[in-house]
């Protein structure tokens, strides 16, 4: 079963830009991106690209992918 995240992605017409944000995150290079760090929550960041928002946990080794929605749906994940 995929992740409603990856579901989000397959349907958006910027799917390809978007999987090659995603793969970014996972392999930690974020030096070309805005990354923020989301307030209240620990280790949450989040990456905008026009309207779509992808939120990440930043972890020791790697980074996990937590949601990715556009800007009025994402926080509802959270």
Do not use: C, G, P
Not at 18 to 35: M, Q
Not at 65 to 76: E, F, L, M, S
């Amino acid at each position: 079963m995929t992740k409603s995240w990856e579901k989000y992605i397959n349907k958006n017409i910027l799917k390809n830009e978007l999987k090659r944000i995603i793969e970014d995150i996972w392999h930690n290079n974020l030096f070309s991106y805005s990354v923020v760090k989301l307030k209240w929550y620990e280790n949450y960041f989040r990456i905008r690209k026009w309207k779509i928002r992808i939120i990440f946990i930043k972890k020791e080794e790697w980074n996990e992918i937590y949601a990715v929605d556009t800007r009025w749906d994402v926080y509802k994940w959270i």
